[in-house]
Structures are given as C-alpha cells and as structure tokens.
C-alpha cells in the first residue's frame, strides 16, 4: 500500500506569508494527488486535484505543485480564513491513501 | 446543490454490527463512485472503502477488510457500510463521499458525517 506522509505536522504563520505544506508518497504515483481543507468543525473540501489543478471557486492563492513521490501545496498569502488542517490523498491505486494532515495557524 | 446526508451511527458493543447509510440528492447518482471516510476527534482522515459507478468494482482499507461491506440502492440514491465484528478503534465520525468520476479516485463532495462509537 501507498502511504503518504505530510509535514510538517503543524505551523504557525503571519497574515500574508507564504506557506508551504509537503506530502511524499512511498512510490511514484504520477500526479493522482488531491489536497483538501478543512476547516475547524467543518467538513473537508476539496481544494486541488491531479496534483496541480485548482477547483472551481478555490482562490489562486492556493497552488499545488509535484509529480512521482514529491508534491507541495503552498498558500501565496495566508488569509485568516485559510485557518485549517490540509490534508492530501494518492488515488494513484486503492486503497486510497490520506496523509496525517497539516493544522495551518495564524501567528 | 449536492447533498449527502449520512444516518444509522450510535454506540454499539465491541462485536457487534451496524449498517449506516448514506441517501444523497443533486446528482446523477448511477454515474459517481462512491466512497466511506472515517475521522477520530482531532486526528487524522482514514479512507474506509469506495466502490464505482455500478457497484461492480470494491475497495476496502486493510484495516477494514473482511468486516465492513460497501453497496449501493441506486433506486433509493443511497450508500451503505455494513460494519460487523466492531472494534474499539472502529469509533469515528464515519463521511459519506462523492466521488468526481466513475470509479474511485479524488472525493468532491462530502457529508456531515454520522457518528459510530464502539464501547462496551
């Protein structure tokens, strides 16, 4: 099985930074990875899909980046409402995989 | 609107079944894979299983395997997880979630969850 590891597990930024959150998948899966937010006590939702591709009506500060093992989603300009836990997934083959998830905090 | 609206959770002893449901609205139901998400209070997502468009293509997590079955009431528009022999570390908030094609892959919509608590 794929497993997917995030870091790092949490952070701390300033509004306006730029934040980069990594996942790497134990073996090569092209680019079948998704990112998703969630927000505290709501439920996820998708924010990148392919590795790269922004989801209809997710701002552009978000972007998503790699292909094989390596991927990366980074916020351009953190926003007070980009409080949340980022989670990516392989799809690359079953079972499905998520990472343990990055909580993104405003310092 | 896509909706998914997940029922059937609650407190069940260690070895015991449930089957919680999933009826969704605001799609093509016959034409999405479909997929069971679990959450533990502040901790991580665990993908639980996913079947396709037709029901004829299942998968499970490992952990899962042998004691929870997916299936699909495309009549009804429903999902189901048929979960037996329960574990103690079977309690989560268990999602409903669409998939955005035909068999599984990436998870575009989801449920507010139903909540599966195992405990003697």
């Known amino acids: 099985d794929i497993q997917m590891t995030q870091s790092p597990s949490s952070l701390s930024a300033s509004v306006g930074d730029r934040v980069t959150i990594t996942c790497r998948a134990s073996?090569?899966?092209?680019?079948?990875l998704a990112w998703y937010q969630q927000k505290p006590g709501k439920v996820p939702k998708l924010l990148i899909y392919?590795?790269?591709t922004l989801q209809l009506g997710v701002p552009s500060r978000f972007s998503g980046s790699g292909s094989g093992t390596d991927f990366t989603l980074t916020i351009s300009s953190l926003q007070p409402e980009d409080v949340a836990t980022y989670h990516c997934?392989?799809?690359?083959?079953?079972?499905?995989?998520f990472g343990g998830g990055t909580k993104v905090e405003i310092k | 609107e896509v909706q998914l609206v997940e029922s059937g959770g609650g407190l069940v002893q260690p070895g015991r079944s449930l089957r919680i449901s999933c009826a969704v609205s605001g799609f093509t139901f016959n034409e999405y894979a479909m997929h069971w998400v679990r959450q533990t209070p502040g901790k991580g997502l665990e993908w639980v299983s996913g079947l396709s468009w037709n029901g004829r293509y299942v998968v499970y997590a490992d952990s899962v395997k042998g004691r929870f079955t997916i299936s699909r009431d495309d009549v009804k528009k429903s999902l189901y997880l048929q979960m037996s022999s329960l574990r103690p570390e079977d309690t989560a908030l268990y999602y409903c979630?669409?998939?955005?094609?035909?068999?599984?892959?990436?998870?575009?919509?989801w449920g507010q969850g139903t909540l599966v608590s195992v405990s003697s």
């Open positions: 979630a669409k998939d955005q094609g035909s068999i599984p892959s990436f998870l575009d919509s």
């Open positions: 392919d590795a790269s």
């Open positions: 997934q392989s799809y690359a083959s079953a079972p499905l995989t």
């Open positions: 073996q090569g899966i092209r680019n079948y």
